[in-house]
């Protein structure tokens, strides 16, 4: 690579003299002008004449990967041709020189060319630093990237530079070490004052000689990458021949930890990345094994538990707390932050952001807070953040550009997967394994099935195996019931130390739910207690009780104020602090007040039941054994029966949590009717004339989800009636692949159903669909492997018989049917589109293959692009008030509706929620437009609206529309919905997301 990097370096000094290795202040303006130029164009945001523009739309392609990854395909004339009309014109030797001080020197630019050399054409994607619309922070990041660069390769001699002479002081300071090993040396020692290598049980277990570890108990999980599904709103008929299942959890792609981490070595663009996941999921244990990797691979971890920011911004906490922790100084000096800030400004700094659900701000606040922090020469940094899956997706998300993953459950083992719960448990009781063993067997009796399930995650397994260890007594049947078993268990266990009385560990149970409840009812701190707090909670019962609390670990010192100087507290972990305010709720009234439709509605407060921050605590109640099953039924039948008074909306909300309350009460005696509506929300039914219709796409895929986190023994149930009793097609072999793929792998209604369809269908396309679908269900099924075979033997059209080739080839690695056929397509297709991609199929099957290697480096070419949007050409200036008013004056003289669109939007994107920019895109939405432009229109009033124009939005879309936009919001379908009201319901859907129920309400009644 080395070697052909310089063989172009100087094969450009002898063909092209002008092409000098210059980083002068002239190569350097240029190069910045053809990026900023380059950035306009894909951004629309060229101010210049339109129909010259248009000319060069068909050999200027643009397709923006990401929101920091440019494709562009295009030749050196055109490009010549674009500066012309854009700014100062740059001679096509100026434009190659650019775009290879690009690649060489500012590695912004990755060439996308086989062969660089005998084309005119330029294939290649830019890696921005900062997201498209930031074109200020790019091109300043520019200027910085080139004269750091310039300087390391023109200065070395001399180093006179402002920021060396900081870091010189910094290193003078530090003795004979290295600035680079000083501050590898300094990251270290903070992460091991802050134990990140420990065990996030051991606070609880270490007094009695228990602690561990991360290693000794440590089980890899698997990763799945969360992307944004495309799922189809309407029926697909027989005759479309296309898929009508939905790719479900087990769809996405998976990854091993050691593929995650390789991931993260890749160079290039600033790493932004969420790890999302449910309470005790592992997302900490994730994050404190990337922690140590880091530094084995000597770059800069900075770990910042967002509960201890308490208030402050991660500046402030860098340049003061992190620093005088990292150098033992009582006070910074200016050299010293300064010196920080170029560890940033180099990239190698990753900033480890646990628990945005933490932060001392609302839910619904906390990602917006840290996206504003995230500017600057901080957000030079790379980012891993954890966060709970209800904050991360409750709605509008300001770090939407991040790449997010989630921790995958403990598996059981099964044909595909190993014994993940066992080999965690075999590691706990390794100096005991024969407790280990008994423990094991319990849990796999099959009357242990629910509990067995509870305990895929990994806290609640940890806890499980260390109430085990203690008790050896019966295991519990739900999550509330294992938190009630490990509560018990800490106070025998903790007997001989801190003995307690039976009335003593009631008093101390209900002074920690008071203060558990009145720390969740302060958003703001809600999980770091103030110590003044937390003494004028216990003064109520006893100070006694409080030293009870802090020697038998429930309440834990992490930390002192810095506004205040007092100490603060919290709980052992989140899922405590919600367990012991579930037990101080008496009543299930106070999460849902009667409010019904026909009662007066409370407009000073909402009910708890739409707070994500309740969720917990409220399933956890549900799990109380203290609470007859006569109040929790009905609880649940009250929140099925909601009938919120405002379109159905909340309804659906209060349902879903109803059906996800069933794992903590499976005894419901309606659970049935609960998942059988799921179902039918989920799947569609037959409305009284016999015809198919289904619902809302919001109400399907919050229906997908709702089943997903219900009761997971009746859901299969559930499952199994609908797809043996429902004679729809499409809703059956979708119903079964959900159920064999990510309910019970390899279930036999499952099999059952699809090997039906496979022995009674005739269409090819689908019995090639259903084919695939069985063998992902059934890994190695052999009606499935036949049927694929017997279609690549029997079918007539290649674009199928590659296709089935394909899906064999995946179900059964190494087929020999497989490889031959995508090997003769490859030779003899007539299209040589379907050869190349022939060839691309058999190098995913078989990487290397010289066959299918040798046909794509001679014949493939750029990948093609999507369609190139035209968009308005409105010059973003420096100054964004000047660039705000263009917009203003444009959007207002623009008469057709693709412009008012494009022009709205841009204008929004440039400040949100702007009054004209949204009057424009409603307006739009409530004329009559074509579909793709209705779907456009409601995805950017999503992109732009403000939290405090919801209401106004629910107030607009109230009633508009015909009766079938009615329909819309009630349980029994009528009509299939037009395009316009489907739009019109996901905007109203998405502001019941985001509104409080009372808020809702008022701007629907609103007249």
């Not at 099935?449 to 109430?467: G, T, W």
Request: proline content about 4%; hydrophobic content about 40%.
């Amino acid at each position: 690579m080395l070697q052909r990097s310089l063989q172009n370096r100087f094969s450009a000094l002898v063909v092209l003299p002008m092409a000098r290795l210059s980083y002068g202040p002239e190569v350097k303006k240029r190069s910045q002008q053809l990026l900023a130029v380059l950035l306009d164009y894909a951004n629309d945001e060229l101010d210049c004449d339109e129909g010259t523009l248009d000319g060069l739309r068909s050999q200027i392609q643009v397709h923006w990967q990401t929101e920091q990854r440019l494709v562009v395909r295009t030749k050196v004339r055109f490009l010549e041709a674009l500066t012309k009309i854009a700014t100062t014109p740059l001679t096509g030797e100026q434009i190659k020189e650019a775009l290879r001080r690009l690649e060489d020197f500012l590695e912004l630019l990755e060439d996308n060319r086989p062969n660089r050399g005998g084309s005119e054409t330029w294939h290649f994607t830019l890696k921005l630093w900062h997201p498209r619309r930031d074109r200020k922070a790019n091109l300043e990041r520019f200027e910085q990237e080139w004269e750091q660069r310039r300087s390391q390769k023109s200065k070395q001699s001399t180093q006179k530079s402002t920021t060396y002479n900081a870091e010189v002081a910094v290193v003078e300071a530090s003795g004979d070490a290295s600035e680079t090993d000083m501050w590898w040396q300094w990251c270290r020692d903070v992460l091991e004052a802050q134990q990140y290598q420990r065990l996030t049980t051991n606070p609880l277990t270490v007094g009695d000689g228990v602690a561990f570890e991360l290693d000794e108990v440590y089980v890899p999980l698997g990763l799945v990458e969360r992307k944004q599904q495309e799922r189809r709103d309407t029926e697909v008929r027989a005759d479309q021949g296309s898929k009508l299942y939905e790719a479900e959890e087990g769809d996405t792609a998976q990854f091993a930890l050691e593929q995650f981490l390789e991931q993260l070595q890749q160079p290039g663009l600033a790493k932004r990345i969420a790890i999302a996941g449910e309470p005790g999921a592992g997302k900490t244990t994730l994050l404190q094994k990337i922690a140590r990797w880091l530094l084995e691979q000597q770059a800069l971890p900075i770990w910042i538990s967002l509960a201890d920011l308490q208030g402050a911004s991660l500046e402030q906490y860098l340049l003061q707390d992190w620093l005088k922790a990292a150098t033992r100084k009582v006070t910074v000096s200016t050299e010293l932050r300064e010196a920080l800030g170029t560890q940033f400004n180099q990239g190698r700094v990753w900033l480890l952001l646990d628990a945005v659900d933490e932060m001392a701000t609302e839910a619904s606040s906390a990602l917006a807070a840290i996206a504003k922090q995230l500017r600057g020469w901080v957000a030079d940094a790379h980012v891993i953040l954890t966060c709970r899956l209800n904050v991360w997706d409750s709605g509008k998300n300001a770090l939407e550009t991040f790449t997010t993953y989630r921790n995958l459950t403990f598996s059981h083992g099964d044909a595909v997967s190993a014994d993940q719960v066992g080999q965690f448990i075999q590691r706990w009781f390794h100096q005991h394994p024969t407790l280990g063993d008994r423990l094991q067997a319990e849990l796999d009796k099959l009357e242990r099935r629910r509990i067995k399930d509870v305990v895929k995650n990994p806290l609640r397994l940890a806890l499980l195996c260390r109430a085990w260890s203690l008790s050896q007594g019966t295991l519990p049947n739900s999550k509330a019931a294992l938190y009630q078993q490990f509560v018990d268990t800490i106070y025998e266990w903790k007997q001989d130390r801190f003995p307690t009385t039976w009335a003593q560990r009631w008093q101390l149970n209900q002074a920690l739910g008071h203060l558990a409840l009145q720390g969740l009812a302060q958003a703001n701190t809600k999980f770091r207690l103030s110590q003044s707090f937390v003494q004028q909670v216990f003064r109520e019962q006893s100070l006694e009780l409080l030293d009870l609390a802090l020697n038998l670990g429930w309440l834990n010192q992490v930390g002192i104020s810095t506004a205040s100087g007092e100490k603060i507290y919290a709980f052992y972990h989140p899922t405590f602090q919600e367990y012991f305010a579930a037990q101080a709720i008496a009543d299930w009234r106070c999460f849902l007040p009667a409010t019904a439709a026909n009662s007066t509605v409370d407009l000073e407060a909402s009910p708890l039941v739409f707070s994500s921050q309740w969720r917990e605590v409220i399933l956890l109640w549900l799990g109380r054994f203290d609470i007859s099953a006569t109040e929790k039924t009905a609880f649940l039948q009250a929140l099925t029966a909601w009938e919120d008074g405002c379109g159905g909306f909340y309804h659906y909300q209060a349902y879903f949590l109803a059906a996800a309350g069933l794992t903590e009460f499976p005894e419901y005696p309606d659970a049935e009717s609960i998942l059988a509506q799921l179902l039918r929300w989920r799947f569609g039914e037959f409305d009284s004339q016999e015809h198919w219709h289904c619902y809302p796409f919001p109400a399907q895929e919050g229906a997908r989800v709702a089943l997903l986190q219900s009761d997971r023994t009746q859901a299969i149930a559930a499952l199994e009636q609908f797809i043996q009793s429902t004679s729809n097609f499409f809703a059956r072999w979708n119903a079964a692949y959900s159920l064999g793929k990510t309910f019970d792998p390899g279930n036999s209604v499952a099999i059952a159903a699809m090997t039906q369809f496979l022995q009674t269908l005739q269409s090819e396309p689908l019995r090639l669909q259903i084919g695939e679908s069985l063998g992902k269900v059934d890994p190695g099924n052999s009606l499935a492997i036949a049927t694929l075979t017997e279609l690549i033997a029997t079918t007539k059209q290649d674009s199928l018989r590659r296709k089935a080739a394909y899906a064999l080839g995946k179900l059964d690695p190494g087929n020999a049917i497989a490889a031959t056929t995508l090997i003769n397509l490859i030779k003899s297709a007539p299209e040589q589109a379907l050869c190349l991609q022939a060839a691309e199929n058999l190098l995913q099957l078989d990487p290397g293959n010289a066959i299918a290697t040798q046909f794509i480096q001679a014949h493939r070419k750029p990948a093609p692009f999507p369609k190139l949007k035209r968009k308005t050409k409105s010059q973003v200036q420096r100054d964004p008030a000047q660039a705000i008013a263009s917009l203003e004056q444009r959007l207002t003289a623009a008469t057709d509706a693709s412009s008012q669109r494009r022009l709205a939007c841009q204008l929004g994107h440039l400040q949100p929620g702007h009054p004209q920019a949204v009057e424009m895109l409603l307006q739009l939405l409530q004329s009559q437009r074509s579909t793709t432009l209705y779907r456009r229109i409601g995805e950017n009033l999503r992109e732009i609206l403000l939290q405090e124009q919801l209401p106004m939005i629910v107030s607009t879309l109230r009633g508009f529309g015909s009766a079938t936009q009615t329909d819309l919001t009630k349980d029994k379908p009528k009509e299939k919905p037009s395009s316009q009201a489907q739009e019109c319901y996901k905007l109203l859907w998405y502001c019941a997301q985001q509104l409080p129920y009372a808020a809702f309400y008022t701007a629907w009644h609103l007249k």
